[in-house]
């Protein structure tokens, strides 16, 4: 079982910068993928930034160049580093890891980030 706990989340001015982390633990599958993603009240989960085990990232045209999703040697920790802030950005923000193998998914409990002057 693996264990996501996110953390970083606050209130943020626009314009200002936030970093967020997740902390993974537990019996760590083989992942395939990490992901940062966001989610308002009623709307739909969105990605917000992706890393394949392989390197390589994704990011959605509204946060592309202002997001930057990195991770540690070891691959127990996920950063997202969130600059340019905007009231649009607030969201309850997930940490998401995937391994290779059907139902190998797990998620984070959430991090509140507030833009807001």
């Known amino acids: 079982q693996v264990q996501l706990v996110e953390s970083g989340g606050g209130l943020v001015q626009p314009g200002g910068s936030l970093r967020l982390s997740c902390a993974a633990s537990?019996?760590?599958?083989?992942?395939?993928?990490m992901a940062w993603y966001r989610q308002a009240p009623g709307k739909q989960r969105e990605l917000v930034a992706s890393?394949?085990?392989?390197?390589?990232?994704n990011y959605p045209d509204s946060v592309k160049g202002r997001f930057t999703i990195s991770r540690d040697n070891a691959v127990t920790t996920l950063y997202l580093q969130m600059n340019s802030l905007k009231p649009e950005d607030t969201d309850v923000y997930y940490c998401?890891?995937?391994?290779?193998?059907?139902?190998?998914?797990?998620w984070g409990q959430g991090t509140q980030v507030t833009v807001s002057s």
């Open positions: 890393l394949t085990s392989y390197g390589r990232t």
């Open positions: 998401n890891v995937k391994g290779y193998l059907s139902g190998q998914d797990a």
């Open positions: 537990g019996s760590i599958f083989v992942i395939y993928s």
